[in-house]
């Protein structure tokens, strides 16, 4: 009997990507970002989440993506990790998406570098492809392009 | 040899009879009481010089009188006797855990009973 | 229903198992304490009885093979010795073990300590085979035992025993700790709210307002108060480990170790406690196993056999003291620099001059370790430099200091700032920033028209003279990376101070100081050295707070050599080196054309109001300090204007001789270093030559010959002799 997972879903351009439901704390709209100087550049700073101070992570920018064009504000996407909460800013939000265990695929070879390290797979969806976004990878900024 | 007023413990009758035969022999004057519970009555309205106690007993055993008595003011430093048996090993150290001056093992014949008698009044 | 006593017991027990090894300790000193005796007996009795209810039988198998021997125990026919303890310090850690998977997983999980529950009863066994007693045999116990005294133990009744842990706690509760957070941070959003408040208050005339505000005030710092000192625990519950740590490893080294524990009292906050913890322990093992020598050792330099590990902590200033010291061995000075110059921490030719302190502060350096063999207790990759940086994080700082051959002692120091505390806020470059009150020592204003003078430089480092002194200078916004150039208004300098060090920090405007909550940045952003959190400010929005000590170490304040460098260097800025560069003050002289004073002679650069130039006979002179110095205008000199005559005054203090001549210029532009190659000029009285600096033909002055020009010498000694 196959399990079905619940993916909550955002976008990078035309790319749909997503993450367990039950990772995400909540999304929001944009919220004002404290920049903070000297942080890596994926980092584009702090937000005030209901008295939490919170991080927000720049995925265009941690997948090698140029930066949105004509001043769209992306999207809080919060999630929780090992190490507390972060926000990751996207485009905007997609539904939330059932998946069948079945129509899971590793990602495929022909994915580079570190886009290949940041997606955990992919699920093959009627409506097109979803990659799962591998958060903990994301986060750590080891790996991550330089200002 | 100084008479004493001495306590004898123990729930069988022989016993305690035997044993204030020997100790009354030697000019002591001899008390009964048959189990601890009683022995700690008498105690309250009268006073002795020691005690002797079996350790099984009914009602508060040997060990436990020997606790107990220890922690009365007066009888704090009064020499305590136990009486205990060949198979009963650990009865020797609690006894002696309990506070216990000395120990004899039964059966014993009255010149034992009197040397330790002595023994454990200093004499 | 059962998990909910289930937990219980798991808590319970934990504390009853502190209790059983105190008191396992207690007895090996001294043996006969029939308190002692009891109490650990029950604690397992009762902890076998709740667990066998509980049906946790793994628990209650083991528990009872322990309750057997102490059973023994306390009847006299075991004696307390160091063996019978250390296998009961395993039963008890066996145990924990347990339990600890209980508490976790809600089941015993897998391990059945059969090889314990052997011992155990191997002993329990051992013992019981004592002869029957013969017949008629009988005896005194003190024939046994000389030392026998007919003990006084209270009645048997097993409820009038010592105090249970528990009953001495009736006037206090169990409260989970993540409870005490939540409170914590509403008391946090409280302070804020009532920030707003009060500003808002402020700016109002209603007495109907102001009153009740200066009320909530009062309340809202008490409750802040009172909610810190739940959080605080004293120290000797880290401490409580201790005594069995020490006597494990005193075994396992062979060594002879007293432990004294000074103290135990102080409290500090919660997590600056477990912050703490490890890094003490690891001190602790160190001073065992590295510091204190084998009593052979110590026999054959006099020492007494037993080493002595001392723990003290006390309040003082603000900070807890927390100091680690033994009598060991001591801290080889030789050893560490070898050690330090193998691992390239140290250049072979700087060891010798490095001060004692930075020697050992080479110790918290990463990857160092002067054991000859790492044994595998204290090398187990918690190195010092990790203690000292668990040190720092909360904000505390460690130091070594060693008499060698005859001591060791570490020393801690922990501000007992909690998470709520007073800070200004400034901004620089657009965004706010929080500095913590405790590093500010004073704030001075530096007008726009001032920023040019009042700023000097000094090897292109900007200081600034406060009272006599050479201030080194941080600008925020170079030190961010900001874009812009500082202001051209007036700016603003906070003196800081980092560990007794103080250095002036520019920013571009000053707000507020404001009680601020204290949240830590996450693990994205902990490495960046110079913030100490974040906080969120009264309109919402996050604002960094500074580490000052984090920046100072950025800057190189920090470190010892190169401060000391810089402090020799302010002093006698006596600059030229065999390498054949020299240090020069570059001034201008009017006209757009500058020129260069050799540095090594420049005393002091000052700003005279025209109002102090006074007239004697042909020359200009001040007052400077208690003396007449006689002033000499370099721009008139090389053809220059005369000064407007209500300007201030520029001057160069060049000490001439062991006199001192004040030049007149224009400004100041720059100091720097640079290789010197004189071009002779055309035989220009007052100039040495010529050469190109930073791009600009620049004269350098003959300052003899300009002052022996200006006829101002013979007149001034003259003048003062008179005096």
Known sequence: ?147 | MVPKTILTVDDAPTMRKLIAFTLSGAGHKVLEAPDGKAALSLLKTTRVDMIVTDVNMPNMDGIELTRNLRALPQYARTPVLIVTTESQANAKAAGKQAGATGWIVKPFDGQQLLAIVKRVLGE | MQQQLIRDLVMESAEALDQFERDLLALETNQQDSDLLNRIFRIIHSLKGTSGCLALHKLEKLAHAGENVLSLLREGRLDPSKELVSTLLRFSDGLRKTLAEVGETGAEGTIEHAALIGELVAIEQGSTRMPPAAAGSAGLFSDEDPLFQQATPGPTSETAAAPEPGTVADSAIRVDVGQLDRIMDLVGELVLARNQIVRFAGNTQDAELIKPTQRLNLITSKLQENIMKTRMQPIGNVWAKFPRLVRDLSLELGKQVALSMEGAETELDRTILEAIKDPLTHLVRNAIDHGLETPEARRAVGKPLEGQVKLRALHEGGQVIIQVSDDGAGIDREKVLRKAVQRNLVAADEASRLSDREVFGLLFQPGFSTADQVTNLSGRGVGMDVVKRNIERVGGAVDVQSDPGRSTRIRIKIPLTLAIVPALIVRCAGNRYAIPQASLVELVRIGEDQVGTLIEYVEQCPVYRLRGNLLPLVHLRAQLRLEGSDSSGAVFLLVLQAEGRQFGLVVDEILDTEEIVVKPLGRELKGLAVYAGATIMGDGRVALILDVMGIARRVGLLNEHSASLRDAFLQDAKSSVASGRQSLLIVGVGGGKQAAIPLASVARLEEFACSHVERAGTSDVVQYRGEIMPLVDVVQALGGAAPESDSARRVVVYALDGRNFGLVVEHIVDILECEVKLHRTANQPGILGSAVVQKRVTDFLDVAALVAQSGVASFEKAEVEQL
């Open chain 1, 1 to 147: 009997m196959s399990q079905r997972k619940q993916f909550c879903t955002f976008y990078l351009d035309a790319r749909l990507f997503g993450v367990e439901v039950l990772k995400i704390q909540e999304v929001l709209r944009y919220q004002e970002i404290t920049e903070v100087p000297l942080a890596p550049a994926v980092i584009r700073g702090l937000l005030n989440l209901r008295g939490s101070i919170v991080a927000t992570l720049d995925l265009r920018r941690r997948f090698g993506m140029p930066p949105l064009e004509d001043g769209t504000l992306p999207t809080n996407v919060v999630a929780q990790t090992s190490s507390g909460l972060i926000s990751l800013l996207a485009d905007r939000i997609g539904d939330v998406v059932e998946v069948d265990e079945e129509s899971f695929e590793a990602s495929p070879e022909t994915l580079e570098g570190e886009s290949r390290e940041l997606i955990e797979g992919v699920y093959k969806l009627p409506s097109g492809l979803l990659l799962v976004l591998n958060v903990e990878r994301a986060l750590d900024l080891e790996a991550a392009p330089h200002a």
